[in-house]
């Protein structure tokens, strides 16, 4: 079974700041990691992904993610924040069999002027 | 390309009824899930469908849940006897399929309100 954890519904930085978002998985197997946004009524659109290879995974929007085996984390950062930003943003994970995704709690961004 | 698109895009419905949710996958995806986006559950899987396997259900959350996949493409998921804890964000997503990653591409949604 899988499980994921976002460490903080709400998260507030000013525009040009950096961005952090935290992601720690549970998996019993090798897990596939991904990060989704979501605007305000529309649907999920995959940032990026984590499936094997290079540890840190380079997204669209300049969004990036590191995968730490050790840590169970998949943190997504953005150097610098812009107001475009603002959204809820979804930590998810898919493992061994399973097809489905199990997702985070979402993390809502907010940018500050 | 078209994406998902789902349909109604709202629906308002009176405790007790039945309701249907339509799914339009993207062509030539095979896969095509189902999701239900709550405020108090989040998003939480319901159903998912792989060409002409039989169907996980294993995430619906009562019988009177149920979905469908016609000829590999459309779905609808439906819902008897509404019960207001049944409002929420219904998300279909699709996929090719795919050995690794099974990227979902998820639609609009259609949001449901049960009074």
């Known amino acids: 079974a899988q499980s994921v954890t976002q460490l903080g519904s709400h998260v507030s930085v000013s525009e040009g700041a950096l961005v952090l978002l935290r992601c720690n998985y549970s998996?019993?197997?090798?897990?596939?990691l991904f990060w989704y946004v979501q605007y305000p009524n529309q649907g999920l659109q995959l940032l990026l992904k984590?499936?094997?290879?290079?540890?840190l995974v380079k997204g669209i929007n300049g969004f990036e993610a590191e995968f730490k085996k050790s840590e169970t984390s998949f943190h997504l950062t953005k150097p610098s924040a812009h107001m475009s930003d603002a959204a809820e943003y979804f930590c998810a994970v898919r493992g061994g069999s399973a097809r489905q995704l199990t997702f985070g709690s979402g993390t809502q961004l907010t940018v500050l002027p | 390309g078209a994406g998902v698109s789902q349909s109604p895009s709202n629906k308002v419905t009176e405790k007790g009824k039945d309701v249907e949710l339509r799914c339009d996958p993207i062509?030539?995806?095979?896969?095509l899930y189902w999701y239900r986006q709550s405020l108090g559950q989040g998003l939480e899987f319901l159903i998912y469908?792989?060409?002409?396997?039989?169907?996980?259900k294993s995430g619906l959350p009562s019988d009177r849940f149920s979905a469908e996949r016609t000829g590999g493409s459309v779905s609808t998921l439906t819902i008897q006897r509404t019960q207001q804890e049944d409002s929420a964000v219904y998300l279909c997503?699709?996929?090719?399929?795919?050995?690794?990653?099974?990227?979902?591409?998820f639609g609009p949604g259609t949001r449901l309100t049960v009074t």
């Open positions: 997503a699709s996929s090719v399929f795919d050995s690794v990653t099974y990227e979902q591409y």
């Open positions: 062509s030539g995806h095979t896969a």
């Open positions: 469908f792989q060409g002409n396997s039989a169907p996980d």
């Open positions: 984590y499936t094997t290879g290079a540890t």
């Open positions: 998996s019993s197997v090798p897990p596939y």
